[in-house]
């Protein structure tokens, strides 16, 4: 299994970030998929959601209205859209299936820093 995230950077407060996560080694449609990530200091935090379809997508309190969770099971690909970004939302982001329905995680990848600075 191989989860690859990218599309992080540097972003003033207020701008957006589109985040994907390219996954391989399994088969991706017949998993959820959910969006994670760590600040320094703090633990790994779920941030949101997506069923294997596309639906039912969920959020974090902290993100929900700023955030979009979406995939592309043809392409084996998830995504965060991540607008009205705050200095709060400086983490590394991180793609994995979600526990529970799951038993474990799958390996991490290196995730995609994102830094959110005036």
């Known amino acids: 299994v191989q989860l690859v995230e990218s599309g992080g950077g540097l972003v003033q407060p207020g701008g957006s970030l589109r985040l994907s996560c390219v996954a391989s080694?399994?088969?991706?449609?017949?998993?959820?998929m959910s969006w994670y990530r760590q600040a320094p200091g703090k633990e790994r935090e779920l941030v949101a959601s997506i069923s294997r379809h596309g639906g039912s997508p969920s959020y974090a309190d902290s993100v929900k209205g700023r955030f979009t969770v979406s995939r592309d099971n043809a392409k084996s690909t998830v995504y965060l859209q991540m607008n009205g970004l705050k200095p709060e939302d400086t983490a590394v982001y991180y793609c994995?299936?979600?526990?529970?329905?799951?038993?474990?995680?799958?390996?991490w990848g290196q995730g995609t820093q994102v830094t959110v600075s005036s």
């Open positions: 994995n299936i979600p526990i529970p329905p799951y038993g474990a995680h799958f390996s």
């Open positions: 080694g399994f088969t991706f449609s017949s998993y959820a």
